[in-house]
């Protein structure tokens, strides 16, 4: 089949914006190939000309953002499970987020029966287009890690700006809709993080303290992040040795209190070997410094809650690595979770299945904590869950789950570092 580019006669036609698409497209446009790619390409072409761009980018790999009913709800539940009905089948490699429940203990984490059956009909569509059901918002850690340059189609912000940033790879931030029609089609429209223009940084920030943890490099995220808006910052000054998970708490906070996509660290990330390659040759539109003062203000303004009462602590945003639930686990050996705490460490069922090989998720279960699998307070119902259990607090060490968690779950935060978290679970108080 001819791939030579040729005008094409669009629907959803805006702004008298035509994309460029080539024969094979044309005929998913036209129905060639069924019901169900005909509309995964009329979604991404209203979505190309919205944002004017030319042609279509081909993709072999998509993650899948609207994979919890929390977010499709019944509506987008039935939609998936027309696609699939109307012979649909994904093209490229898919991976799914977190859903609504963790699949063995939904009941007794506080999970409602209703969620339960609507998201196995969820996740048993998205199995039947042929999704790889890994359900984690770190799909890097679980069989797809993206190459350098390899454009995808990846919603979960988080990891977006994990893949844009820390891989190399080209990717927007896709939501369910457009990331079902990139997997069905094995395309997506060519515009933003897909063109090398749009991969340079903004503004410079400049980090003149100590980033010891996870938790400082979220503390990071968050005051670049409600700087940056949709701008993508570059770093200099930070560590040259951050762990993985330094740079996935640092990515998850950007994502939270700004829009961002991608950001740089000059002498760590792919494209910054210097500060010239992250800005392209331009000076940085702003300097912004994050020193002791900068730290210490964004920490207290994570910090909702004033007294010292804690009953739901929560490790794993995003997803725990092995490396986190060995942390977790050597916190709490010998020891026991107050009586009147929950503490939830929240990850994939490939980290588990390592961590019990190991022996973590024992020691964290016979201290009282729970292990939960393939959902998180943010895509399970927290704002039933939280009452219904009694939880009047969250205390985390992630800065994207101390940013949300007043306005979407109704509860204020305790947020320090892992040490002083695993304390509060163990004491029953937050010092």
């Not at 499970?81 to 012979?87: I, K, S, V, Y």
């Not at 998850?252 to 760590?268: D, N, Q, T, Y």
């Not at 994207?400 to 305790?414: R, S, W």
Request: aromatic fraction near 8%.
């Amino acid at each position: 089949m001819t791939k030579c580019w040729t005008k094409a006669e669009v629907i959803h036609s805006r702004g008298g914006v035509n994309m460029l698409l080539t024969d094979e497209e044309k005929q998913m446009l036209n129905g060639d190939m069924g019901p169900a790619v005909k509309k995964a390409m009329e979604i991404l072409v209203a979505l190309g000309e919205s944002f004017r761009a030319e042609k279509m980018q081909p993709i072999k790999n998509v993650h899948m953002a609207g994979s919890s009913v929390l977010v499709t709800e019944e509506a987008g539940t039935m939609f998936v499970e027309e696609m699939q009905r109307q012979g649909g089948k994904f093209v490229t490699n898919v991976t799914t987020n977190p859903t609504a429940i963790d699949p063995s203990q939904w009941r007794e984490i506080g999970i409602d029966e209703s969620d339960y059956e609507l998201q196995n009909r969820l996740t048993g569509a998205y199995a039947k287009l042929g999704a790889n059901t890994c359900n984690t918002c770190i799909p890097y850690l679980a069989g797809n890690m993206p190459r350098f340059g390899e454009h995808m189609a990846w919603g979960e912000s988080s990891a977006v700006v994990f893949a844009n940033s820390v891989c190399g790879a080209r990717t927007n931030r896709e939501g369910g809709p457009s990331a079902l029609a990139a997997a069905l089609t094995g395309r997506t429209p060519k515009y933003g993080f897909h063109l090398k223009e749009n991969r340079y940084g903004k503004f410079l920030v400049k980090v003149e303290t100590p980033l010891n943890d996870m938790t400082d490099y979220g503390t990071l995220g968050y005051f670049t992040g409600k700087i940056a808006g949709q701008d993508t910052p570059v770093f200099f000054g930070i560590p040259d040795n951050p762990t993985l998970e330094e740079l996935k708490a640092l990515s998850a906070a950007l994502a939270s209190s700004g829009a961002v996509s991608m950001f740089h660290a000059v002498g760590i990330t792919p494209e910054a070997a210097t500060l010239d390659e992250a800005f392209g040759g331009r000076l940085p539109e702003k300097v912004l410094v994050f020193g002791d003062k900068e730290k210490s203000a964004a920490e207290a303004a994570l910090n909702k809650e004033p007294s010292d009462h804690v009953d739901w602590v929560l490790v794993g945003c995003p997803n725990a690595s092995v490396q986190e639930i060995r942390e977790v686990a050597e916190a709490l050996q010998d020891k026991k979770v107050a009586p009147n705490v929950s503490l939830w460490v929240t990850t994939a069922s490939s980290m588990y299945a390592m961590a019990d090989r190991v022996g973590y998720v024992r020691v964290i279960e016979q201290a009282g904590g729970t292990v939960v699998r393939e959902t998180c307070p943010f895509l399970a119902r927290s704002r039933v869950i939280a009452p219904k259990k009694g939880y009047k607090t969250l205390t985390t060490n992630s800065a994207k789950m101390a940013y949300y968690a007043p306005g979407q779950f109704g509860l204020p935060t305790h947020y320090g570092n892992l040490k002083r978290v695993m304390q509060a679970a163990i004491n029953g108080v937050w010092r």
